[in-house]
Protein backbone atom coordinates (compact mmCIF):
# COMPACT_ATOMS: atom_id res chain seq x y z
CA UNK A 1 0.00 0.00 0.00
CA UNK A 2 1.98 3.31 -1.33
CA UNK A 3 2.14 5.84 1.51
CA UNK A 4 1.43 9.00 -0.09
CA UNK A 5 2.07 12.00 1.75
CA UNK A 6 -0.32 14.59 0.84
CA UNK A 7 0.53 17.38 3.63
CA UNK A 8 1.52 20.19 0.63
CA UNK A 9 -2.21 18.92 -1.12
CA UNK A 10 -4.96 21.98 -0.78
CA UNK A 11 -7.21 21.41 2.31
CA UNK A 12 -9.85 19.19 2.14
CA UNK A 13 -12.81 22.01 3.09
CA UNK A 14 -14.97 19.96 6.04
CA UNK A 15 -18.73 20.56 5.61
CA UNK A 16 -20.51 18.38 7.59
CA UNK A 17 -22.29 16.54 5.05
CA UNK A 18 -19.92 15.17 2.32
CA UNK A 19 -16.82 13.21 3.66
CA UNK A 20 -16.05 10.16 2.55
CA UNK A 21 -14.30 7.19 3.85
CA UNK A 22 -11.76 7.56 1.39
CA UNK A 23 -11.12 11.06 2.79
CA UNK A 24 -10.87 10.06 6.35
CA UNK A 25 -8.29 7.90 5.46
CA UNK A 26 -6.02 10.14 3.47
CA UNK A 27 -6.26 12.51 6.28
CA UNK A 28 -5.84 9.97 9.18
CA UNK A 29 -2.47 8.35 6.96
CA UNK A 30 -1.27 10.40 4.05
CA UNK A 31 -1.63 13.71 5.96
CA UNK A 32 -4.06 15.45 3.78
CA UNK A 33 -4.73 19.10 5.59
CA UNK A 34 -7.75 19.95 6.46
CA UNK A 35 -10.19 23.28 7.09
CA UNK A 36 -13.48 24.45 7.38
CA UNK A 37 -16.11 25.07 4.56
CA UNK A 38 -17.56 28.16 4.72
CA UNK A 39 -21.12 27.18 4.57
CA UNK A 40 -20.16 25.25 7.90
CA UNK A 41 -18.68 28.38 9.58
CA UNK A 42 -22.70 29.75 8.55
CA UNK A 43 -24.39 26.96 9.99
CA UNK A 44 -22.37 26.35 13.28
CA UNK A 45 -22.57 30.39 14.15
CA UNK A 46 -26.68 30.31 13.69
CA UNK A 47 -26.50 27.01 16.08
CA UNK A 48 -23.94 28.69 18.57
CA UNK A 49 -26.29 31.96 18.48
CA UNK A 50 -29.59 29.76 20.10
CA UNK A 51 -27.11 28.61 22.76
CA UNK A 52 -26.11 32.04 23.90
CA UNK A 53 -29.80 33.15 23.82
CA UNK A 54 -30.22 30.09 26.32
CA UNK A 55 -27.93 31.01 28.67
CA UNK A 56 -28.82 34.79 28.81
CA UNK A 57 -32.41 34.00 29.06
CA UNK A 58 -31.95 31.18 32.40
CA UNK A 59 -33.54 28.48 30.27
CA UNK A 60 -32.98 24.85 31.66
CA UNK A 61 -31.81 23.17 28.55
CA UNK A 62 -29.73 19.72 29.40
CA UNK A 63 -25.90 19.93 29.34
CA UNK A 64 -25.92 23.77 29.03
CA UNK A 65 -27.39 24.75 32.52
CA UNK A 66 -27.60 21.26 34.36
CA UNK A 67 -25.68 18.80 35.31
CA UNK A 68 -25.24 15.70 33.13
CA UNK A 69 -26.34 11.84 32.80
CA UNK A 70 -28.05 11.11 36.04
CA UNK A 71 -27.65 14.74 37.38
CA UNK A 72 -29.31 16.29 34.35
CA UNK A 73 -31.54 17.61 37.35
CA UNK A 74 -29.20 19.73 38.90
CA UNK A 75 -29.52 23.10 37.90
CA UNK A 76 -25.97 24.89 37.29
CA UNK A 77 -25.28 28.80 38.65
CA UNK A 78 -24.54 30.65 34.70
CA UNK A 79 -21.61 31.69 36.19
CA UNK A 80 -20.36 28.36 36.51
CA UNK A 81 -21.23 27.69 33.05
CA UNK A 82 -17.49 27.41 31.76
CA UNK A 83 -16.90 25.36 35.47
CA UNK A 84 -19.42 22.81 34.16
CA UNK A 85 -17.70 22.31 30.60
CA UNK A 86 -13.94 22.30 32.02
CA UNK A 87 -15.03 19.30 34.81
CA UNK A 88 -17.07 17.50 32.61
CA UNK A 89 -14.15 16.97 29.96
CA UNK A 90 -11.79 16.53 33.01
CA UNK A 91 -14.48 14.01 35.04
CA UNK A 92 -15.12 11.86 32.09
CA UNK A 93 -11.12 11.66 31.05
CA UNK A 94 -11.28 7.85 32.52
CA UNK A 95 -9.74 5.95 29.89
CA UNK A 96 -7.09 3.19 30.48
CA UNK A 97 -4.88 0.81 28.41
CA UNK A 98 -2.72 1.49 25.54
CA UNK A 99 -2.65 4.34 23.75
CA UNK A 100 -4.50 4.37 20.22
CA UNK A 101 -2.72 4.36 17.33
CA UNK A 102 -1.68 7.69 15.55
CA UNK A 103 -4.26 6.78 12.44
CA UNK A 104 -6.91 6.23 14.49
CA UNK A 105 -6.77 9.30 16.57
CA UNK A 106 -6.03 11.20 13.52
CA UNK A 107 -9.24 9.93 11.88
CA UNK A 108 -11.10 11.08 15.28
CA UNK A 109 -9.87 14.45 15.13
CA UNK A 110 -11.52 15.27 11.60
CA UNK A 111 -14.45 13.24 12.60
CA UNK A 112 -15.33 15.61 15.73
CA UNK A 113 -14.44 18.26 13.64
CA UNK A 114 -16.90 17.54 10.56
CA UNK A 115 -19.32 16.93 13.20
CA UNK A 116 -18.79 20.17 14.64
CA UNK A 117 -19.49 21.35 11.28
CA UNK A 118 -22.41 19.51 10.38
CA UNK A 119 -23.99 22.90 12.58
CA UNK A 120 -26.10 20.84 15.16
CA UNK A 121 -23.63 21.11 17.88
CA UNK A 122 -23.86 24.65 19.50
CA UNK A 123 -20.13 25.33 19.46
CA UNK A 124 -18.60 27.91 18.47
CA UNK A 125 -16.56 27.78 15.07
CA UNK A 126 -13.28 28.26 17.08
CA UNK A 127 -13.88 24.87 19.05
CA UNK A 128 -13.74 23.51 15.48
CA UNK A 129 -11.05 25.25 14.17
CA UNK A 130 -8.76 24.34 16.63
CA UNK A 131 -9.17 20.53 15.93
CA UNK A 132 -7.99 21.49 12.56
CA UNK A 133 -5.24 22.86 13.41
CA UNK A 134 -4.02 20.61 15.25
CA UNK A 135 -4.40 17.98 12.84
CA UNK A 136 -2.35 20.46 10.20
CA UNK A 137 0.17 20.88 12.90
CA UNK A 138 0.60 17.21 13.86
CA UNK A 139 -0.51 17.85 17.44
CA UNK A 140 -2.08 13.85 18.30
CA UNK A 141 -3.91 13.69 21.94
CA UNK A 142 -2.61 10.91 23.76
CA UNK A 143 -5.91 8.67 24.18
CA UNK A 144 -6.29 5.30 25.83
CA UNK A 145 -8.02 2.92 24.09
CA UNK A 146 -10.29 1.40 26.47
CA UNK A 147 -13.22 3.34 28.51
CA UNK A 148 -15.88 3.33 26.26
CA UNK A 149 -19.87 1.50 26.26
CA UNK A 150 -21.12 2.54 23.05
CA UNK A 151 -23.26 5.06 24.56
CA UNK A 152 -23.38 8.48 25.17
CA UNK A 153 -20.85 7.68 22.37
CA UNK A 154 -17.30 7.40 22.73
CA UNK A 155 -17.14 9.56 26.11
CA UNK A 156 -13.82 8.62 27.67
CA UNK A 157 -11.72 8.30 24.83
CA UNK A 158 -13.21 11.81 23.34
CA UNK A 159 -12.39 13.27 26.62
CA UNK A 160 -9.04 12.55 26.63
CA UNK A 161 -9.32 14.32 22.90
CA UNK A 162 -10.87 17.67 24.52
CA UNK A 163 -8.29 17.76 27.19
CA UNK A 164 -5.88 18.78 24.99
CA UNK A 165 -7.68 21.40 23.02
CA UNK A 166 -8.31 22.96 26.78
CA UNK A 167 -4.46 22.72 27.28
CA UNK A 168 -4.59 19.88 29.58
CA UNK A 169 -3.69 15.84 29.23
CA UNK A 170 -0.97 14.60 26.93
CA UNK A 171 -0.27 15.04 23.39
CA UNK A 172 2.06 13.79 20.71
CA UNK A 173 4.05 16.65 18.86
CA UNK A 174 7.04 16.43 16.52
CA UNK A 175 7.83 12.85 17.83
CA UNK A 176 7.83 13.60 21.14
CA UNK A 177 5.06 12.86 24.40
CA UNK A 178 4.37 16.55 25.58
CA UNK A 179 1.93 18.21 28.03
CA UNK A 180 -1.12 19.29 25.95
CA UNK A 181 -0.67 23.22 27.10
CA UNK A 182 3.46 22.54 25.71
CA UNK A 183 2.29 20.42 22.41
CA UNK A 184 -0.14 23.20 21.55
CA UNK A 185 2.75 25.95 22.11
CA UNK A 186 5.16 24.25 20.66
CA UNK A 187 2.90 24.35 17.62
CA UNK A 188 2.05 28.35 18.03
CA UNK A 189 -1.44 27.29 18.83
CA UNK A 190 -3.46 28.13 21.55
CA UNK A 191 -5.57 26.19 24.41
CA UNK A 192 -9.74 27.25 24.56
CA UNK A 193 -11.72 28.55 27.56
CA UNK A 194 -14.84 26.17 27.16
CA UNK A 195 -17.81 27.89 27.12
CA UNK A 196 -21.77 26.53 27.25
CA UNK A 197 -22.67 23.15 25.54
CA UNK A 198 -18.63 23.16 24.18
CA UNK A 199 -17.56 20.39 26.31
CA UNK A 200 -20.88 18.39 25.84
CA UNK A 201 -20.36 18.63 22.25
CA UNK A 202 -16.68 17.83 22.20
CA UNK A 203 -17.34 14.20 24.55
CA UNK A 204 -20.96 13.18 23.06
CA UNK A 205 -20.43 11.37 19.43
CA UNK A 206 -19.26 8.09 17.95
CA UNK A 207 -15.79 9.34 16.83
CA UNK A 208 -13.67 6.50 18.12
CA UNK A 209 -16.12 3.68 17.19
CA UNK A 210 -16.18 5.46 13.36
CA UNK A 211 -12.44 6.35 12.81
CA UNK A 212 -11.93 2.81 13.60
CA UNK A 213 -14.47 1.45 11.01
CA UNK A 214 -13.50 4.05 8.58
CA UNK A 215 -9.90 2.79 8.87
CA UNK A 216 -10.83 -0.86 9.03
CA UNK A 217 -12.98 -0.51 5.82
CA UNK A 218 -9.40 -0.03 4.02
CA UNK A 219 -7.69 -2.42 5.70
CA UNK A 220 -10.22 -5.76 4.99
CA UNK A 221 -10.74 -4.67 1.39
CA UNK A 222 -7.16 -4.70 0.57
CA UNK A 223 -7.01 -7.77 3.04
CA UNK A 224 -10.37 -9.87 0.92
CA UNK A 225 -8.42 -8.90 -2.35
CA UNK A 226 -5.24 -10.47 -1.10
CA UNK A 227 -7.24 -13.55 0.20
CA UNK A 228 -8.05 -14.05 -4.03
CA UNK A 229 -4.61 -13.62 -4.52
CA UNK A 230 -3.22 -15.95 -2.11
CA UNK A 231 -5.83 -18.74 -2.85
CA UNK A 232 -5.43 -18.49 -6.04
CA UNK A 233 -1.73 -19.30 -5.26
CA UNK A 234 -2.61 -21.90 -3.58
CA UNK A 235 -5.35 -23.42 -6.37
CA UNK A 236 -2.29 -23.72 -8.50
CA UNK A 237 0.17 -24.86 -6.12
CA UNK A 238 -2.00 -28.20 -5.60
CA UNK A 239 -3.30 -28.51 -9.42
CA UNK A 240 -6.93 -27.14 -8.49
CA UNK A 241 -9.33 -26.30 -10.99
CA UNK A 242 -10.68 -22.67 -12.04
CA UNK A 243 -14.04 -24.38 -13.64
CA UNK A 244 -16.15 -22.92 -10.23
CA UNK A 245 -15.14 -19.54 -10.88
CA UNK A 246 -16.97 -19.32 -14.02
CA UNK A 247 -19.33 -16.20 -14.85
CA UNK A 248 -21.97 -18.24 -16.47
CA UNK A 249 -22.35 -20.33 -12.93
CA UNK A 250 -21.31 -16.93 -10.43
CA UNK A 251 -24.22 -15.47 -12.36
CA UNK A 252 -27.11 -17.87 -11.53
CA UNK A 253 -26.23 -16.78 -7.84
CA UNK A 254 -25.70 -12.47 -8.34
CA UNK A 255 -24.00 -11.29 -4.84
CA UNK A 256 -22.11 -8.34 -5.82
CA UNK A 257 -19.07 -9.89 -3.64
CA UNK A 258 -19.40 -13.14 -5.11
CA UNK A 259 -18.82 -11.93 -8.67
CA UNK A 260 -16.39 -9.46 -7.84
CA UNK A 261 -14.20 -12.17 -6.34
CA UNK A 262 -15.02 -14.44 -9.12
CA UNK A 263 -13.73 -11.97 -11.56
CA UNK A 264 -10.52 -11.25 -9.75
CA UNK A 265 -10.02 -15.07 -9.66
CA UNK A 266 -10.60 -15.91 -12.93
CA UNK A 267 -8.07 -12.85 -14.09
CA UNK A 268 -4.98 -14.31 -11.74
CA UNK A 269 -5.45 -17.79 -13.06
CA UNK A 270 -5.57 -16.42 -17.25
CA UNK A 271 -3.01 -17.83 -18.94
CA UNK A 272 -2.30 -20.85 -16.37
CA UNK A 273 0.15 -23.64 -17.73
CA UNK A 274 -1.44 -25.39 -14.59
CA UNK A 275 -4.54 -25.40 -14.87
CA UNK A 276 -4.29 -26.32 -18.43
CA UNK A 277 -2.63 -29.21 -17.71
CA UNK A 278 -4.95 -30.84 -15.57
CA UNK A 279 -8.31 -29.28 -16.68
CA UNK A 280 -9.31 -32.76 -18.05
CA UNK A 281 -8.06 -34.87 -14.93
CA UNK A 282 -10.49 -37.44 -13.11
CA UNK A 283 -9.41 -36.02 -9.97
CA UNK A 284 -10.05 -32.33 -10.50
CA UNK A 285 -13.69 -32.58 -11.05
CA UNK A 286 -13.91 -30.96 -8.05
CA UNK A 287 -11.98 -29.64 -5.18
CA UNK A 288 -12.64 -28.85 -1.66
CA UNK A 289 -14.43 -26.19 -0.57
CA UNK A 290 -11.82 -23.86 0.83
CA UNK A 291 -10.69 -23.81 -2.96
CA UNK A 292 -13.83 -24.50 -5.13
CA UNK A 293 -15.99 -21.76 -2.73
CA UNK A 294 -13.34 -18.92 -2.87
CA UNK A 295 -16.19 -16.36 -4.93
CA UNK A 296 -18.79 -17.59 -2.09
CA UNK A 297 -16.72 -16.94 1.06
CA UNK A 298 -14.35 -14.29 -0.21
CA UNK A 299 -17.12 -12.40 -2.14
CA UNK A 300 -19.56 -12.67 1.35
CA UNK A 301 -17.17 -11.30 3.09
CA UNK A 302 -16.62 -8.19 0.43
CA UNK A 303 -20.69 -7.62 1.15
CA UNK A 304 -20.46 -7.73 5.07
CA UNK A 305 -17.56 -4.64 4.24
CA UNK A 306 -20.03 -3.12 1.85
CA UNK A 307 -22.22 -2.42 4.45
CA UNK A 308 -20.16 -1.77 7.00
CA UNK A 309 -19.07 1.55 4.92
CA UNK A 310 -22.69 2.33 4.36
CA UNK A 311 -23.40 2.59 7.90
CA UNK A 312 -19.81 4.66 8.27
CA UNK A 313 -20.28 6.84 5.71
CA UNK A 314 -23.75 8.18 7.23
CA UNK A 315 -22.26 8.73 10.60
CA UNK A 316 -19.33 10.25 9.27
CA UNK A 317 -21.60 13.14 8.03
CA UNK A 318 -23.76 13.09 10.90
CA UNK A 319 -24.68 14.96 14.41
CA UNK A 320 -24.15 12.41 17.13
CA UNK A 321 -23.67 14.62 20.20
CA UNK A 322 -26.48 15.44 22.74
CA UNK A 323 -28.67 17.87 22.72
CA UNK A 324 -29.09 18.61 19.34
CA UNK A 325 -29.17 22.86 18.80
CA UNK A 326 -31.53 23.59 15.99
CA UNK A 327 -31.04 27.29 14.36
CA UNK A 328 -34.38 29.53 14.06
CA UNK A 329 -36.74 29.37 11.47
CA UNK A 330 -40.05 31.66 11.02
CA UNK A 331 -41.69 28.40 12.82
CA UNK A 332 -38.91 28.55 16.04
CA UNK A 333 -37.96 31.88 16.20
CA UNK A 334 -35.50 31.37 19.13
CA UNK A 335 -34.25 28.07 17.35
CA UNK A 336 -34.94 24.96 19.42
CA UNK A 337 -32.86 22.84 21.83
CA UNK A 338 -34.13 18.79 21.49
CA UNK A 339 -32.64 16.07 23.73
CA UNK A 340 -32.46 12.92 22.14
CA UNK A 341 -30.13 9.63 21.61
CA UNK A 342 -28.70 10.18 18.34
CA UNK A 343 -25.06 9.49 20.57
CA UNK A 344 -26.10 5.30 20.79
CA UNK A 345 -23.64 3.58 18.62
CA UNK A 346 -25.61 0.24 17.83
CA UNK A 347 -25.69 1.12 13.92
CA UNK A 348 -22.21 0.94 14.56
CA UNK A 349 -21.51 -1.86 16.71
CA UNK A 350 -24.04 -4.24 14.75
CA UNK A 351 -21.77 -3.67 11.77
CA UNK A 352 -18.48 -3.87 12.95
CA UNK A 353 -19.58 -7.00 14.87
CA UNK A 354 -20.57 -8.71 11.21
CA UNK A 355 -17.52 -7.13 9.97
CA UNK A 356 -15.54 -9.25 12.38
CA UNK A 357 -17.03 -12.58 11.68
CA UNK A 358 -16.85 -12.05 8.44
CA UNK A 359 -13.03 -11.34 8.90
CA UNK A 360 -12.28 -14.27 11.21
CA UNK A 361 -14.32 -16.36 8.04
CA UNK A 362 -11.74 -15.22 5.72
CA UNK A 363 -8.94 -16.40 7.69
CA UNK A 364 -10.70 -19.35 8.68
CA UNK A 365 -11.00 -20.85 5.38
CA UNK A 366 -7.50 -19.41 4.10
CA UNK A 367 -6.18 -22.01 6.81
CA UNK A 368 -8.10 -24.96 5.59
CA UNK A 369 -6.02 -24.10 2.48
CA UNK A 370 -2.66 -24.09 4.41
CA UNK A 371 -3.83 -27.21 6.24
CA UNK A 372 -3.85 -28.90 2.54
CA UNK A 373 -1.04 -27.50 1.26
CA UNK A 374 0.82 -29.06 4.15
CA UNK A 375 -0.94 -32.39 3.57
CA UNK A 376 0.45 -34.65 1.12
CA UNK A 377 -2.53 -36.72 0.98
CA UNK A 378 -4.49 -33.86 -0.28
CA UNK A 379 -1.94 -31.95 -2.00
CA UNK A 380 -0.10 -34.01 -4.06
CA UNK A 381 2.66 -31.80 -2.54
CA UNK A 382 5.73 -33.19 -0.49
CA UNK A 383 4.63 -33.94 3.00
CA UNK A 384 4.78 -30.19 4.80
CA UNK A 385 5.75 -28.71 1.65
CA UNK A 386 9.91 -30.02 2.61
CA UNK A 387 12.41 -30.80 0.35
CA UNK A 388 13.52 -33.35 2.47
CA UNK A 389 10.52 -35.29 4.61
CA UNK A 390 11.31 -36.72 7.68
CA UNK A 391 14.36 -35.20 8.24
CA UNK A 392 12.63 -32.02 7.98
CA UNK A 393 9.82 -30.52 9.37
CA UNK A 394 9.29 -27.64 6.69
CA UNK A 395 6.08 -25.83 7.35
CA UNK A 396 4.14 -28.13 9.30
CA UNK A 397 4.35 -25.98 12.71
CA UNK A 398 3.39 -22.78 10.66
CA UNK A 399 -0.10 -24.51 10.15
CA UNK A 400 -0.54 -24.85 13.79
CA UNK A 401 0.23 -21.14 14.11
CA UNK A 402 -2.54 -20.20 11.41
CA UNK A 403 -4.66 -22.48 13.58
CA UNK A 404 -4.06 -21.01 16.87
CA UNK A 405 -5.18 -18.23 15.38
CA UNK A 406 -8.07 -18.79 14.17
CA UNK A 407 -8.78 -19.87 17.73
CA UNK A 408 -7.86 -16.49 18.56
CA UNK A 409 -10.31 -14.95 15.84
CA UNK A 410 -13.24 -17.17 16.69
CA UNK A 411 -13.06 -15.60 20.47
CA UNK A 412 -12.55 -12.05 18.88
CA UNK A 413 -15.44 -12.44 16.91
CA UNK A 414 -17.86 -12.93 19.58
CA UNK A 415 -20.60 -9.79 19.24
CA UNK A 416 -20.00 -7.20 21.64
CA UNK A 417 -23.09 -5.81 20.65
CA UNK A 418 -25.05 -8.19 22.13
CA UNK A 419 -24.02 -7.27 25.81
CA UNK A 420 -25.07 -4.32 27.77
CA UNK A 421 -24.46 -3.00 31.76
CA UNK A 422 -26.06 -0.08 32.50
CA UNK A 423 -24.12 3.39 33.40
CA UNK A 424 -24.77 6.12 35.00
CA UNK A 425 -26.95 5.27 37.88
CA UNK A 426 -28.78 3.36 35.29
CA UNK A 427 -29.65 6.49 33.56
CA UNK A 428 -27.70 5.09 31.00
CA UNK A 429 -29.60 1.68 30.70
CA UNK A 430 -28.57 0.22 27.45
CA UNK A 431 -25.32 0.46 25.94
CA UNK A 432 -24.09 -0.77 22.51
CA UNK A 433 -20.79 -1.48 23.58
CA UNK A 434 -19.39 -0.73 20.12
CA UNK A 435 -16.41 0.50 20.93
CA UNK A 436 -14.98 -3.10 21.92
CA UNK A 437 -16.88 -4.15 18.38
CA UNK A 438 -14.43 -1.54 17.03
CA UNK A 439 -11.09 -2.31 19.23
CA UNK A 440 -11.49 -6.21 18.34
CA UNK A 441 -11.86 -6.00 15.14
CA UNK A 442 -8.59 -3.81 14.65
CA UNK A 443 -6.89 -7.19 16.22
CA UNK A 444 -9.40 -9.15 13.75
CA UNK A 445 -7.90 -7.93 10.63
CA UNK A 446 -4.42 -8.03 12.19
CA UNK A 447 -4.60 -11.89 13.10
CA UNK A 448 -6.06 -12.65 9.98
CA UNK A 449 -3.26 -10.75 7.82
CA UNK A 450 -1.05 -12.94 9.83
CA UNK A 451 -3.03 -16.41 8.74
CA UNK A 452 -2.83 -15.15 5.12
CA UNK A 453 0.26 -14.67 4.88
CA UNK A 454 1.07 -18.04 6.53
CA UNK A 455 -0.90 -19.59 3.15
CA UNK A 456 0.56 -17.43 1.27
CA UNK A 457 4.02 -18.76 2.51
CA UNK A 458 2.96 -21.93 2.15
CA UNK A 459 1.62 -21.55 -1.73
CA UNK A 460 4.57 -19.64 -3.15
CA UNK A 461 6.43 -23.18 -1.35
CA UNK A 462 4.05 -25.29 -3.63
CA UNK A 463 4.03 -23.35 -6.99
CA UNK A 464 8.19 -23.34 -6.54
CA UNK A 465 7.21 -27.50 -6.68
CA UNK A 466 5.39 -26.96 -10.13
CA UNK A 467 7.87 -25.79 -11.70
CA UNK A 468 8.61 -25.40 -14.78
CA UNK A 469 4.89 -25.51 -15.10
CA UNK A 470 3.60 -21.68 -15.12
CA UNK A 471 0.77 -20.55 -13.16
CA UNK A 472 -1.64 -17.73 -13.98
CA UNK A 473 0.24 -14.10 -14.98
CA UNK A 474 -1.26 -12.57 -11.98
CA UNK A 475 -0.11 -15.56 -9.82
CA UNK A 476 3.18 -15.55 -11.19
CA UNK A 477 3.41 -11.74 -10.42
CA UNK A 478 2.50 -12.15 -6.81
CA UNK A 479 4.53 -15.35 -6.76
CA UNK A 480 7.78 -13.40 -7.53
CA UNK A 481 6.77 -10.80 -5.48
CA UNK A 482 7.03 -13.16 -2.17
CA UNK A 483 9.88 -14.66 -3.59
CA UNK A 484 11.39 -11.15 -3.94
CA UNK A 485 11.12 -10.45 0.07
CA UNK A 486 11.68 -14.74 1.09
CA UNK A 487 13.73 -17.38 -0.25
CA UNK A 488 12.56 -20.75 -1.00
CA UNK A 489 12.22 -23.25 1.61
CA UNK A 490 15.49 -25.29 0.61
CA UNK A 491 15.85 -26.38 4.82
CA UNK A 492 14.74 -25.52 7.77
CA UNK A 493 14.87 -22.39 9.45
CA UNK A 494 12.64 -20.39 11.84
CA UNK A 495 9.36 -19.48 9.91
CA UNK A 496 9.03 -16.53 11.72
CA UNK A 497 10.82 -14.46 10.43
CA UNK A 498 9.84 -15.32 6.97
CA UNK A 499 5.68 -15.11 8.08
CA UNK A 500 6.55 -11.78 9.39
CA UNK A 501 7.90 -10.76 6.18
CA UNK A 502 4.96 -12.20 4.22
CA UNK A 503 2.72 -10.49 6.59
CA UNK A 504 4.35 -6.96 5.82
CA UNK A 505 3.52 -7.52 1.68
CA UNK A 506 0.02 -8.27 2.92
CA UNK A 507 -0.67 -5.47 4.90
CA UNK A 508 0.86 -3.18 2.96
CA UNK A 509 -0.75 -4.25 -0.24
CA UNK A 510 2.34 -5.01 -2.16
CA UNK A 511 1.22 -8.55 -2.93
CA UNK A 512 -2.03 -7.56 -4.08
CA UNK A 513 -0.62 -4.65 -6.62
CA UNK A 514 1.93 -6.55 -7.82
CA UNK A 515 -0.72 -9.67 -8.50
CA UNK A 516 -3.10 -6.93 -10.35
CA UNK A 517 -0.13 -5.32 -11.78
CA UNK A 518 -1.05 -2.22 -10.45
Do not use: W
Amino acid sequence: MPRTDLHESPPLELAGRDLTVDQVVAVARHGLPVALADDALRRMEASRSVIERVVAEGRTVYGVTTGFGDLADVRIDPARTADLQRNLVRSHAAGVGAPLPTDVVRAMLVLRANALAVGLSGARVTVAELLCDMLNAGIHPVIPSRGSVGASGDLAPLAHLALVVIGEGEAEFDGTRLPGSAALLGAGLEPIALEAKEGLALLNGTQLMTAIGALAIADSRRLTETADVIGAMSLEAMEGTGVAFAEGLIAARPHPGQAASAAHLRALLAGSEIGAAHRDSPHRVQDAYSLRCMPQVHGAVRDVIDQLERVVSVEINAATDNPLVFAATDDQPDGEVISGGNFHGEPLALALDYAKAAITELASISERRTARLTDGHHSGLPPFLSEHPGVESGLMIAQYTAAALVNELQTLAHPSSIDTIPTSADQEDHVSMGATSALHLLEVIDRASIVLAIEGLCAAQGLDFRAPMQPGAGVGRAHARLRSAVSHLAADRPPSPDIAAVGELVVQGELLAAADGT
